[in-house]
Protein backbone atom coordinates (compact mmCIF):
# COMPACT_ATOMS: atom_id res chain seq x y z
CA UNK A 1 0.00 0.00 0.00
CA UNK A 2 1.56 3.65 -0.95
CA UNK A 3 2.17 5.51 1.72
CA UNK A 4 3.35 9.07 1.37
CA UNK A 5 5.33 11.09 3.94
CA UNK A 6 6.41 14.87 4.44
CA UNK A 7 8.61 16.35 6.39
CA UNK A 8 8.77 19.01 7.79
CA UNK A 9 5.60 19.10 9.16
CA UNK A 10 5.64 22.78 10.01
CA UNK A 11 8.41 25.62 8.70
CA UNK A 12 8.62 29.24 9.81
CA UNK A 13 10.88 31.04 7.46
CA UNK A 14 11.86 34.70 7.30
CA UNK A 15 10.67 36.14 3.94
CA UNK A 16 13.41 35.96 1.65
CA UNK A 17 15.00 32.70 2.25
CA UNK A 18 14.80 29.98 -0.34
CA UNK A 19 13.59 26.60 1.13
CA UNK A 20 12.92 23.11 0.24
CA UNK A 21 9.92 20.73 1.06
CA UNK A 22 10.16 17.15 1.32
CA UNK A 23 8.48 14.43 -0.03
CA UNK A 24 9.11 10.34 0.22
CA UNK A 25 6.56 7.83 -0.68
CA UNK A 26 6.90 4.20 -0.32
CA UNK A 27 5.93 1.83 -3.58
CA UNK A 28 8.21 3.51 -6.56
CA UNK A 29 5.91 2.36 -8.99
CA UNK A 30 4.58 5.20 -9.65
CA UNK A 31 3.18 7.18 -12.65
CA UNK A 32 3.10 11.20 -11.67
CA UNK A 33 3.54 13.11 -8.52
CA UNK A 34 1.71 16.05 -7.92
CA UNK A 35 2.25 19.16 -5.67
CA UNK A 36 -0.61 21.43 -4.49
CA UNK A 37 -1.23 23.96 -2.39
CA UNK A 38 -3.87 24.34 0.37
CA UNK A 39 -5.00 27.73 1.86
CA UNK A 40 -6.63 27.52 5.23
CA UNK A 41 -10.18 25.82 4.78
CA UNK A 42 -9.71 26.08 1.13
CA UNK A 43 -9.20 23.31 -1.76
CA UNK A 44 -6.33 22.03 -3.63
CA UNK A 45 -4.48 24.23 -6.14
CA UNK A 46 -1.91 21.89 -8.66
CA UNK A 47 1.30 23.80 -8.49
CA UNK A 48 3.30 20.93 -10.52
CA UNK A 49 2.74 17.76 -11.54
CA UNK A 50 5.96 15.54 -12.77
CA UNK A 51 5.46 12.29 -14.61
CA UNK A 52 7.82 9.54 -13.55
CA UNK A 53 9.72 9.39 -16.75
CA UNK A 54 11.02 13.47 -15.81
CA UNK A 55 13.36 14.51 -13.34
CA UNK A 56 12.04 17.90 -12.36
CA UNK A 57 9.61 20.65 -13.53
CA UNK A 58 9.82 24.34 -12.45
CA UNK A 59 7.00 26.97 -12.70
CA UNK A 60 8.43 30.72 -11.54
CA UNK A 61 9.96 30.47 -8.38
CA UNK A 62 9.24 27.08 -7.97
CA UNK A 63 11.17 23.56 -9.15
CA UNK A 64 10.10 20.22 -8.63
CA UNK A 65 12.15 17.19 -8.62
CA UNK A 66 11.57 13.36 -8.69
CA UNK A 67 14.02 10.65 -8.28
CA UNK A 68 11.74 7.67 -8.69
CA UNK A 69 14.30 5.21 -7.76
CA UNK A 70 14.73 6.51 -4.21
CA UNK A 71 11.14 7.40 -3.43
CA UNK A 72 11.54 10.98 -3.16
CA UNK A 73 10.91 14.09 -4.38
CA UNK A 74 11.61 17.62 -3.50
CA UNK A 75 10.07 20.84 -3.62
CA UNK A 76 12.36 24.35 -4.01
CA UNK A 77 10.93 27.90 -3.13
CA UNK A 78 12.73 30.51 -4.28
CA UNK A 79 12.99 33.84 -2.81
CA UNK A 80 10.08 33.16 -0.40
CA UNK A 81 6.74 35.39 0.17
CA UNK A 82 4.49 36.22 3.12
CA UNK A 83 2.23 35.21 0.22
CA UNK A 84 3.84 31.62 0.02
CA UNK A 85 2.31 30.80 3.32
CA UNK A 86 0.30 27.87 3.39
CA UNK A 87 0.01 24.25 3.22
CA UNK A 88 1.89 22.43 0.75
CA UNK A 89 1.01 18.43 -0.54
CA UNK A 90 2.50 16.24 -2.47
CA UNK A 91 0.66 13.31 -4.22
CA UNK A 92 1.49 10.41 -6.22
CA UNK A 93 -0.59 8.43 -8.89
CA UNK A 94 0.04 4.97 -9.39
CA UNK A 95 -2.13 1.71 -9.63
CA UNK A 96 -4.29 3.31 -7.31
CA UNK A 97 -5.58 6.98 -7.45
CA UNK A 98 -3.78 10.04 -5.91
CA UNK A 99 -2.37 9.00 -2.36
CA UNK A 100 -1.52 12.01 -0.79
CA UNK A 101 1.08 13.56 2.34
CA UNK A 102 -0.24 15.32 5.44
CA UNK A 103 1.20 18.29 4.21
CA UNK A 104 3.95 20.54 5.08
CA UNK A 105 2.51 24.10 6.91
CA UNK A 106 4.95 27.01 5.24
CA UNK A 107 4.68 30.23 7.21
CA UNK A 108 6.65 33.20 5.73
CA UNK A 109 7.78 35.92 8.19
CA UNK A 110 7.57 39.35 6.91
CA UNK B 1 -9.60 29.68 -16.71
CA UNK B 2 -11.66 26.52 -16.48
CA UNK B 3 -12.03 25.27 -12.82
CA UNK B 4 -14.01 22.44 -11.17
CA UNK B 5 -16.76 24.25 -9.41
CA UNK B 6 -18.64 22.77 -6.20
CA UNK B 7 -21.72 23.84 -4.32
CA UNK B 8 -22.64 24.19 -1.75
CA UNK B 9 -19.72 25.61 0.06
CA UNK B 10 -20.55 24.34 3.37
CA UNK B 11 -23.90 22.05 4.78
CA UNK B 12 -24.29 21.77 8.02
CA UNK B 13 -27.27 18.61 8.88
CA UNK B 14 -28.46 16.79 11.27
CA UNK B 15 -26.99 13.09 11.74
CA UNK B 16 -28.84 10.63 10.05
CA UNK B 17 -30.11 12.79 7.01
CA UNK B 18 -29.76 12.59 3.60
CA UNK B 19 -26.80 14.96 2.02
CA UNK B 20 -26.20 15.26 -1.59
CA UNK B 21 -22.82 17.33 -3.08
CA UNK B 22 -23.01 18.66 -6.32
CA UNK B 23 -19.94 19.53 -8.84
CA UNK B 24 -19.72 20.25 -11.75
CA UNK B 25 -16.08 19.43 -13.76
CA UNK B 26 -14.30 20.83 -16.14
CA UNK B 27 -16.12 20.26 -19.57
CA UNK B 28 -13.83 18.17 -21.41
CA UNK B 29 -12.70 16.17 -18.29
CA UNK B 30 -13.44 12.52 -18.57
CA UNK B 31 -12.34 10.93 -15.24
CA UNK B 32 -14.35 12.15 -12.14
CA UNK B 33 -13.39 11.97 -7.72
CA UNK B 34 -14.40 12.71 -4.75
CA UNK B 35 -11.91 12.97 -2.23
CA UNK B 36 -12.43 13.76 1.43
CA UNK B 37 -10.46 15.43 4.53
CA UNK B 38 -11.11 15.38 8.23
CA UNK B 39 -9.84 18.13 9.67
CA UNK B 40 -6.13 17.69 10.51
CA UNK B 41 -5.73 14.51 8.22
CA UNK B 42 -4.73 13.46 4.86
CA UNK B 43 -6.87 14.04 1.94
CA UNK B 44 -8.26 10.69 1.44
CA UNK B 45 -9.93 8.78 -2.08
CA UNK B 46 -12.94 8.09 -2.04
CA UNK B 47 -14.50 6.94 -5.45
CA UNK B 48 -13.26 7.44 -9.03
CA UNK B 49 -15.78 7.27 -11.95
CA UNK B 50 -15.70 7.19 -15.44
CA UNK B 51 -17.59 6.04 -18.46
CA UNK B 52 -20.80 6.69 -16.62
CA UNK B 53 -19.80 4.39 -14.27
CA UNK B 54 -17.61 3.89 -10.56
CA UNK B 55 -14.08 2.77 -11.51
CA UNK B 56 -12.31 2.44 -8.16
CA UNK B 57 -13.55 3.08 -4.69
CA UNK B 58 -11.95 2.78 -1.24
CA UNK B 59 -13.08 1.03 1.83
CA UNK B 60 -14.31 4.55 2.92
CA UNK B 61 -16.85 4.61 0.34
CA UNK B 62 -19.41 1.83 1.74
CA UNK B 63 -22.91 1.65 0.92
CA UNK B 64 -24.10 5.03 2.60
CA UNK B 65 -22.33 6.77 -0.83
CA UNK B 66 -23.27 6.88 -3.91
CA UNK B 67 -22.26 8.87 -6.71
CA UNK B 68 -23.87 10.19 -9.80
CA UNK B 69 -23.67 11.97 -13.47
CA UNK B 70 -27.45 12.67 -13.84
CA UNK B 71 -27.00 15.31 -16.85
CA UNK B 72 -24.10 15.17 -18.45
CA UNK B 73 -22.12 18.23 -16.40
CA UNK B 74 -22.74 17.86 -13.11
CA UNK B 75 -21.46 14.73 -11.22
CA UNK B 76 -22.74 14.27 -7.14
CA UNK B 77 -22.03 12.71 -4.14
CA UNK B 78 -24.84 11.16 -2.35
CA UNK B 79 -24.71 10.36 1.66
CA UNK B 80 -27.73 8.20 2.71
CA UNK B 81 -27.60 8.61 6.38
CA UNK B 82 -25.30 10.94 7.88
CA UNK B 83 -23.27 9.84 10.54
CA UNK B 84 -21.03 12.45 13.04
CA UNK B 85 -17.93 10.84 11.15
CA UNK B 86 -18.78 11.99 7.96
CA UNK B 87 -18.12 15.87 8.69
CA UNK B 88 -15.53 16.67 6.86
CA UNK B 89 -14.40 18.66 3.30
CA UNK B 90 -15.26 17.01 0.69
CA UNK B 91 -13.38 17.48 -2.85
CA UNK B 92 -14.57 16.89 -6.36
CA UNK B 93 -11.93 16.76 -9.01
CA UNK B 94 -11.49 15.93 -12.60
CA UNK B 95 -8.90 15.38 -15.14
CA UNK B 96 -8.86 14.89 -19.30
CA UNK B 97 -7.45 11.86 -21.22
CA UNK B 98 -5.72 9.06 -19.25
CA UNK B 99 -6.28 8.35 -15.83
CA UNK B 100 -2.92 7.46 -14.51
CA UNK B 101 -0.71 10.58 -16.32
CA UNK B 102 -3.49 13.30 -16.22
CA UNK B 103 -3.07 16.71 -13.68
CA UNK B 104 -5.80 16.56 -11.52
CA UNK B 105 -8.08 19.57 -11.05
CA UNK B 106 -9.87 20.56 -7.66
CA UNK B 107 -12.83 22.40 -6.95
CA UNK B 108 -12.86 24.31 -3.58
CA UNK B 109 -14.47 21.80 -1.58
CA UNK B 110 -17.84 21.23 0.31
CA UNK B 111 -17.69 21.37 4.10
CA UNK B 112 -19.79 18.80 5.54
CA UNK B 113 -20.71 19.40 9.58
CA UNK B 114 -23.10 16.47 10.72
CA UNK B 115 -24.61 17.37 14.35
Known amino acids: KQEVTQIPAALSVPEGENLVLNCSFT??????LQWFRQDPGKGLTSLLL?????REQTSGRLNASLDKSSGRSTLYIAASQPGDSATYLC?????????FGKGTRLSVIA | EPEVTQTPSHQVTQMGQEVILRCVPI?????FYWYRQILGQKVEFLVSFYNNEISEKSEIFDDQFSVERPDGSNFTLKIRSTKLEDSAMYFCASHRGQRVTGELFFGEGSRLTVL
Open chain 1, 91 to 99: AVSGNTPLV
Open chain 2, 27 to 31: SNHLY
Open chain 1, 27 to 32: DSAIYN
Open chain 1, 50 to 54: IQSSQ
